[in-house]
């Protein structure tokens, strides 16, 4: 697979075979780093969800929220991303609910890419 980077007078843009292009310059849109910790938790939703359709546990994500930590030392990496899913599922599904977030990682090829230095954790809310 090829991606391809324009490099415009903003920064860099990710070409987008739909034709919008996505800047990757903190100021014009998300910058690299903050791309590297939304796909990370974009392929963990997206296997979280196919693991609770898979197991027929019926939900609904509302929202997932991203937090992370990073070094105090230059060039300050990523050390740990919380991914936490704002969920709806019947109260005798949510213990099934809770231990599918063990089987993210195994699934989930960004997360199988990182330094596995950089703790991934994921957690359930119900609402």
Request: aromatic share 8%; glycine share 4%.
């Amino acid at each position: 697979m090829t991606l391809h980077l324009n490099m415009t007078e903003f920064g860099p843009e990710a070409v987008n075979e739909h034709g919008d292009n996505w800047a990757l310059d903190k100021t014009n849109g998300f910058s690299p780093l903050n791309t590297f910790v939304l796909s990370v938790a974009a392929c963990s939703s997206g296997v979280y969800r196919d693991i609770l359709v898979n197991s027929k546990i019926e939900h609904e994500i509302h929202d997932v929220t991203i937090d992370f930590d990073r070094a105090e030392e230059a060039p300050r990496p990523v050390t740990a991303i919380e991914i936490t899913f704002h969920v709806t599922v019947p109260e005798e599904d949510r213990g099934r609910a809770e231990r599918a977030t063990k089987m993210i990682h195994k699934y989930c090829p960004v997360v199988q890419s990182i330094d596995p230095n950089i703790v991934v954790t994921e957690t359930v809310v119900f609402q």
